[in-house]
């Protein structure tokens, strides 16, 4: 059982938007700490994709971004693109047992 | 342009320790916090802890009782060990940087699949 909670699929068709969700607790997002997220296709490492809630690495396209309120954060992407198709994964740091890093669950995105 | 390329034995057999090494090129690893992570097949990903290139260390409290992760500033790398491993630790291994302790992770290595196994 993930500490960050990610729905386990999500799908949309070509040119949709679509959100991922990733919903935390008072000793995680909660209490502050940045979210960031992953994209992992098949039989790869994981790449950033968003960092510290909202931004985006360089390279990455303007059609994904992040946001965070409260206990949750969440990752759009609109104009959804066939490569788009991945896993998708939100990190943050969580304060208890002397604070350690924690990932969601993972969402696997089908472009239909 | 900083890579990490992971390297170690490919199948360790049950109650034996697990031991991989992280190569670091195009950077110093005397700054930032180097972390290993791990994905068993089909699953999510497991942050297993991280090294400061002080030395300081921290670990996934679910692991810290069996995980040892050290750094060799002069070969420019940094090391797991898992000790007392069993068929649950069978997983592709990463190594990756991060800029904080609770910052995110720009350099990935390749991953390794350590299986356990007798």
């Known amino acids: 059982q993930s500490v960050l909670t990610q729905p386990p699929s999500v799908s949309g068709a070509p040119g949709q938007r679509v959100t991922i969700s990733c919903t935390g607790s008072?000793?995680?997002?909660?209490?502050?700490?940045?979210v960031h997220w992953y994209q992992q296709l098949p039989g790869t490492a994981p790449k950033l994709l968003i960092y510290?809630?909202?931004n985006r690495p360089s390279g990455v396209p303007d059609r994904f971004s992040g946001s965070k309120s409260g206990t949750s954060a969440s990752l759009a992407i609109t104009g959804l693109q066939a490569e788009d198709e991945a896993d998708y994964y939100c990190?943050?740091?969580?304060?208890?047992?002397?604070?350690?890093?924690?990932f969601g669950g993972g969402t696997k995105l089908t472009v239909l | 342009q900083v890579q990490l390329q992971e390297s170690g034995p490919g199948l360790v057999k049950p109650s034996e320790t697990l031991s991989l090494t992280c190569s670091v090129s195009?950077?110093?690893?005397?700054?930032?916090?180097w972390s290993w992570m791990r994905q068993p097949p089909g699953k999510g990903l497991e942050w297993i802890g991280y090294?400061?290139?002080?030395?300081?260390?921290n670990y996934n409290p679910s692991l810290k009782s069996r995980v040892t992760i050290s750094l060799d500033t002069s070969k420019n790398q940094f090391s797991l060990k898992l000790s007392s491993v069993t068929a649950a630790d069978t997983a592709v291994y990463y190594c990756?940087?991060?800029?904080?302790?609770?910052?995110?992770?720009?350099?990935w290595g390749q991953g390794t699949l350590v299986t356990v196994s007798s």
């Open positions: 195009g950077g110093s690893i005397s700054t930032y916090y």
């Open positions: 510290g809630n909202d």
């Open positions: 990756a940087r991060a800029v904080s302790t609770s910052g995110w992770f720009n350099y």
């Open positions: 990190q943050s740091y969580d304060s208890s047992l002397s604070g350690h890093v924690v």
């Open positions: 008072s000793s995680n997002i909660g209490a502050s700490y940045d």
């Open positions: 090294i400061f290139y002080s030395g300081s260390t």
